[in-house]
C-alpha cells in the first residue's frame, strides 16, 4: 500500500456538508464570481479535483448552496393567508440582502431543495386558500418571486454604487417638466430608492391582484395570449 499523502487525511474526513459550507463562506466573502472549485478545493485543502466527489459540478454546488441559504428563511407556521405571502417574502428578501451570492444564483439557476419546497409549499397553499386554481397559484407564486429576485437585486446593485445614483440624480435633473412631469414632479421619491416602503408597496400590489383574480374566479384573462 502506497504511503499517505499529506491531503490523504482531510479528504478521508470531507463530506457533503463541509464542502457546502465552505462553498458558502467564500460566497459570502468574494461573491458568487470569486467560488470557484479550484479555490474551494485550496480551501479544504485537497486536491482541486476531490471536491466535485462530493458535489458533483459547479452547477450541482450552487443548487445545494441555494438550499443551504435558503433554510434561513423563516416560514410561518399560521395567519390569513396573505400575511403568510407576505411573510414568506418579506424573509426571502432578507435573505437574499445576507447573501448576495443567494440572489446572483437563484436568477440563473432553477432551485431544487427541500429548503425551497419548503416554503414553496406555504406560499402555493396560501394562494390556494385565497381562491386560486393550481395553475394560476403557480403563475402567482412565479411573479411574486421575480419580484422579489429581481428587487433584490437592485437593492444589491445600489448599495454597492454599481447603479450609479449620482449619475441618475444629475440625468433627473436635466430632464424638462414640460415633457417629464411625472418623474421631475416626484424627483426626489423617484431617487430616494426606499427599499424597504417600495418593496411593500409592490408586495402589496401582487396581493390586491391576486384578490382580484380570485373575485374573477382564480383565472387569468387571456387577452393577448397566443394559441
Do not use: C
Amino acid at each position: 500500500m502506497p504511503p499517505a499523502t499529506r491531503r490523504d487525511a482531510p479528504t478521508r474526513s470531507l463530506t457533503p456538508e463541509r464542502v457546502v459550507t465552505e462553498a458558502a463562506s467564500i460566497a459570502d466573502e468574494l461573491g458568487i464570481d470569486g467560488l470557484s472549485m479550484r479555490l474551494l478545493a485550496e480551501r479544504l485543502g485537497v486536491s482541486a479535483m476531490t471536491p466535485y466527489r462530493f458535489v458533483g459540478s459547479k452547477e450541482q454546488l450552487l443548487a445545494a448552496l441555494a438550499d443551504r441559504f435558503m433554510s434561513e428563511v423563516e416560514l410561518p407556521a399560521s395567519g390569513a393567508w396573505e400575511t403568510r405571502v407576505r411573510d414568506v417574502f418579506r424573509s426571502v428578501r432578507l435573505v437574499l440582502l445576507r447573501h448576495p451570492a443567494l440572489a446572483a444564483i437563484v436568477a440563473s439557476q432553477r432551485i431544487n431543495g427541500y429548503s425551497s419546497y419548503r416554503g414553496a409549499e406555504i406560499v402555493l397553499a396560501a394562494l390556494g386558500e385565497a381562491g386560486l386554481p393550481p395553475e394560476t397559484g403557480v403563475s402567482a407564486f412565479a411573479s411574486l418571486t421575480a419580484f422579489t429576485v429581481g428587487f433584490v437585486q437592485r437593492e444589491i446593485a445600489h448599495r454597492s454604487g454599481a447603479d450609479r445614483p449620482a449619475e441618475r440624480a444629475s440625468t433627473v435633473a436635466m430632464l424638462g417638466p414640460a415633457e417629464f412631469p411625472h418623474i421631475t414632479g416626484s424627483a426626489e421619491v423617484f431617487l430616494g430608492r426606499d427599499s424597504g416602503r417600495h418593496f411593500e408597496t409592490g408586495l402589496d400590489l401582487l396581493i390586491l391582484g391576486i384578490k382580484a383574480m380570485a373575485r374573477d374566479g382564480g383565472r387569468p384573462s387571456m387577452t393577448g395570449a397566443h394559441g
